[in-house]
């Protein structure tokens, strides 16, 4: 059986449709965005375009247009961790945009076929849940005075995922789902938001090796560690799982570090004023924090220490030193950042992952 092709499914879509004889046609995909974004992206010849088409209101709408093969073959070469991307190539492309472009997209409706004496065009509309937020509570991924949005930017950043070892593509793919997952959870379920962004770290850091300043453990496996002779299956499976997940916080935080490039300040850039900000000193404690409030959220159900967006405030975090609710007590070791610095480094260490392992 020959090996599979595990690049993402727009790349292999490509040599599809430009086999001799190959019968295409196009889907379209409405997309709605609280953004503005001019240009049209048009991508290996027309097999992948994108523009507006209505920009009325406060949500703007574009049409994703892109060449299929028609009568796909059957795939015969699958296996239980080959590529799989939920949305398909649709999906796939959607998600790039929202990390490439910054914002979140939100498929409402997909059109086939043309009026022909022969045939219809059809449209198949989507569910679509969408709320409407105040724009400051997450400002990056919203209008901004100065920032222009350019479909045709996006050209170079799809040559890049093109050249991705192809080693790392479900990763990556998996990665960015997540991401664009957690952007429309902005201003509806804002742990959520943490949470879909650290699994979008989780889906690319699993591939870091961890030195021995990272882990004096690093390098040695469970039954170098356990006299495994003393020990009964049960006993081994239940460390395991502790050893691993040990690994994998380590993981997270190295790969953040090494990938988040110069995007943070060295020291706050407004000292004793009260405001707090995430620094290159204080970063790893910061990641820490984080990554200890989404386990406790997933596995125990506990509450996280949300800052909280007020008005006028600057730094990273809302300005309280703590916080009582009811019998509980959060110390201010437990607040979390504001969602926006967190994306924002997230963002830039998916971008710089992508640039860093071309091929």
């Known amino acids: 059986m020959p090996e599979a092709d595990n690049r993402m499914g727009w790349i292999r879509n490509f040599s599809k449709i430009v086999e001799e004889g190959a019968e295409t046609y196009y889907a379209e995909y409405e997309l709605v965005t609280e953004c503005h974004i001019s240009s049209v992206l048009d991508y290996n010849s027309e097999a992948i375009l994108c523009g507006g088409m209505g920009f009325e209101g406060d949500l703007k709408h574009y049409l994703l247009k892109i060449k299929y093969k028609a009568f796909p073959e059957y795939n015969q070469n699958a296996t239980r961790d080959g590529y799989y991307f939920e949305g398909g190539i649709a999906g796939e492309l959607v998600s790039l945009l929202s990390l490439f472009l910054q914002c979140r997209f939100y498929q409402i409706a997909i059109y086939q076929g043309e009026l022909s004496p022969h045939g219809l065009r059809t449209k198949h509309e989507l569910p679509f849940m969408y709320k409407k937020c105040n724009p400051l509570i997450h400002s990056t991924i919203f209008e901004q005075e100065g920032r222009a949005r350019r479909f045709i930017d996006t050209v170079a950043l799809l040559d890049q995922v093109q050249r991705l070892d192809p080693k790392y593509h479900h990763a990556f793919a998996l990665a960015v789902r997540q991401y664009s997952i957690a952007l429309r959870n902005v201003g509806v379920d804002e742990e959520m938001v943490f949470i879909r962004l650290v699994s979008a770290i989780e889906a690319l850091s699993k591939h870091m090796d961890l030195d021995p300043e990272d882990d004096p453990l690093a390098g040695k496996t469970l039954e170098e560690i356990l006299v495994k002779e003393h020990q009964n299956s049960q006993t081994i499976d239940a460390v395991r799982n502790i050893f691993n997940t040990r690994k994998t916080s380590l993981k997270f935080r190295k790969f953040m570090r090494k990938y988040m490039g110069d995007i943070l300040p060295a020291t706050p850039p407004m000292e004793n004023t009260g405001y707090k900000w995430i620094t290159t000193e204080n970063v790893d404690e910061i990641l820490q ?51 926006s610095p967190f994306e924002n480094l997230v963002r830039q260490c998916l971008i710089s992952f992508l640039a860093a392992h071309q091929v």
């Open 289 to 339: 924090r984080v990554y200890k409030a989404r386990s406790k959220y997933l596995h125990e159900g506990q509450l996280m220490y949300l800052s909280q967006h007020m008005h006028d405030t600057l730094g990273d975090f809302d300005p309280s030193v703590g916080m009582i609710i009811d019998n509980r007590e959060f110390k201010e070791d437990e607040q979390l950042p504001l969602t």
